[in-house]
């Protein structure tokens, strides 16, 4: 069954994703919503930033942006209130790491927005024994609520410069997040099976090589379609096919391999 749009109100339906580069998705109207991230706040100069008082946004964050639209998996809300955003953003937008939007990262892209990483997550019904693929690292961020619910995480991305920033980073913090330079497309075939996989940049089609690293039973939450607007759907690997349960239309950027080509 489709979650439905204007569940929680004002909500981000439609969002750009990242892989090979990545604008901000933000709600305008009741269904296609976005603004770039020229339109973001430039970070929160009288923001009180103590420990403390992040600890105080992401409660708020996961209250407000994530429970009330609907997301009430148990360990996906605790695992949104344990990872602190603001140490996977910029220092100059610490100050908006738990707001309702994207942040840019640099390299031309962002940091999704809470409640579309919750949802994503959800998607895969996490389980601590899991193994699971994710494509487009990004700033880590993803990888790191990923790290808090399953067993190893197995990240790709194409963008040498924010991969190997996030390694870094993950590495002081979860052993069991492992990066890797490269496209995403073909997947990680050396580790696979995958009990899930999660991708955060939107090809024309499936790609076969992940459906091929799908475990039987396993479940893949990936966006899907052309250009613009795709639809985020759940995979579930049944008999040696996926069957397909659509989620949300959303926006992401295409999937590209290392020369810029659209999958």
């Not at 269904?31 to 103590?50: E, H, K, Q, R, Y």
């Not at 344990?82 to 790491?97: D, Y």
Request: net charge neutral; with cysteine.
């Amino acid at each position: 069954m489709k979650r439905s749009l204007d569940k929680g109100g004002f909500g981000t339906p439609v969002d750009l994703g990242f892989c090979v580069s990545r604008l901000p998705g933000k709600p305008v109207l009741a269904f296609i919503l976005v603004f770039c991230c020229l339109f973001l706040p430039v970070g929160s100069p009288a923001a009180d930033t103590t420990e403390e008082a992040y600890a105080a946004q992401r409660e708020n964050m996961v209250a407000r942006q994530i429970e009330d639209r609907g997301i009430s998996d148990p360990g996906v809300l605790g695992a949104m209130r344990a990872v602190k955003r603001h140490e996977f953003v910029p220092e100059s937008l610490r100050g908006s790491a738990y707001a309702d939007h994207p942040l840019p990262i640099g390299e031309g892209q962002t940091i999704s927005q809470p409640y579309i990483v919750a949802l994503m997550t959800e998607g895969i019904r996490p389980k601590p024994h899991m193994k699971v693929l994710e494509i487009g690292t990004g700033s880590g961020y993803q990888a790191a609520i990923l790290a808090e619910l399953c067993e190893s995480v197995y990240s790709i991305e194409i963008v040498e410069s924010l991969g190997r920033r996030a390694e870094k980073l993950l590495r002081g913090l979860y052993p069991n997040v492992h990066v890797r330079i490269g496209d995403g497309y073909q997947g990680w075939r050396e580790e696979a099976p995958f009990d899930a996989i999660l991708v955060t940049c939107a090809p024309a089609k499936v790609p076969r090589p992940l459906e091929e690293q799908l475990r039987e039973g396993g479940r893949m939450v990936i966006p899907v379609g052309e250009s613009w607007v795709q639809e985020l759907v759940v995979l579930t690997k049944r008999n040696g096919r996926l069957e397909r349960q659509e989620i949300i239309p959303v926006r992401f950027v295409p999937m590209v391999d290392a020369k810029g080509r659209k999958y």
